[in-house]
């Protein structure tokens, strides 16, 4: 079975390095906006930078990540931070939070408003005191008033009896022609909700729960219709993620798989009307890497 796993990721891997380059050869105007999937292993990591230059951090990956998402952001040259996103308290999205407080000016926090007993969330809101940060909790329908040239509308939020995957905040983003999903660690349950309640076409979707057998429903995927499967994962990782059905549904949706665990850093620029994705890495670099 390992060994089939293995095979089949090469086979990706092997069918990506078509899709490598850039999705579209059209010129880009001067307002773009530019959507990060940072490499931060197991966990999740997102840096949006809008059309009129705002910038929203996502999630921070887990703890020894931290310091890593900190030199991301300095080398977009990123010093101050209009929002960061926090879409539930596990420990693989809030983890390295703490540090990039630490080091980057925030200037509000938004929040899911689980509450989750460990010390990386206890640090969590330790540093929110400690900086003196303006936090939000969020709620579901809820628009981001961040830049008027994008629609940012919350998807999913926390309510009473869901665990931290059930509570994560979901949004949509949209830039003119362009939507980005970003699903967090929700479940087909909540999928299923939000199938009901929203409009889902999506050219960019950020799969949910980093490919795992709880989430990730082929209906779900028929709605979306997604261009490009964005999974955030480790190669190192012990909870088998993505799982091979969440990858057969990928395929059957003939989107195009793209995953921080193969390319490393990836950075999608849209102009509203097209898009094109530029990876850190090729899909053979990234394969055959050795991870630490």
Do not use: W
Not at 58 to 81: A, E, F, T, W
Not at 240 to 253: A, L, N, S
């Amino acid at each position: 079975m390992q060994s089939f796993r293995c095979m089949k990721s090469l086979v990706i891997a092997l069918c990506l390095v078509i899709s490598f380059y850039p999705q579209s050869s059209h010129s880009m105007p001067l307002k773009n906006m530019k959507v990060h999937f940072i490499d931060v292993g197991q966990g999740d990591s997102i840096l949006i930078q809008t059309p009129n230059d705002k910038s929203i951090l996502i999630d921070g990956g887990p703890p020894k990540s931290g310091k890593k998402v900190v030199r991301y952001l300095k080398k977009q040259n990123i010093h101050s931070l209009n929002l960061v996103i926090a879409t539930h308290p596990d420990m693989d999205h809030i983890g390295g939070l703490p540090s990039v407080m630490k080091e980057i000016e925030v200037e509000k926090i938004m929040d899911s408003g689980k509450i989750h007993i460990t010390k990386a969330y206890a640090r969590y809101l330790s540093q929110i005191k400690k900086q003196h940060i303006p936090t939000k909790i969020a709620s579901e329908n809820e628009k981001i008033m961040i830049d008027p040239l994008i629609d940012i509308t919350i998807l999913n939020a926390y309510s009473k009896g869901k665990n931290n995957n059930e509570s994560s905040l979901a949004l949509k983003i949209t830039y003119d022609e362009i939507d980005f999903l970003l699903m967090g660690d929700i479940e087909k349950e909540q999928e299923k909700k939000i199938m009901d309640k929203y409009e889902l076409d999506a050219e960019i979707l950020k799969v949910a729960h980093h490919g795992s057998k709880t989430s990730s429903s082929y209906e779900f995927f028929k709605e979306v219709k997604p261009e490009i499967a964005m999974i955030t994962y480790s190669k190192n990782n012990h909870y088998g993620h993505p799982v091979d059905r969440v990858i057969d549904t990928i395929f059957k949706v003939n989107a195009q798989i793209y995953s921080t665990a193969v390319f490393g850093n990836v950075v999608v620029y849209t102009s509203g009307d097209d898009y094109f994705i530029m990876p850190e890495k090729s899909p053979l670099q990234g394969m055959y890497k050795k991870t630490s």
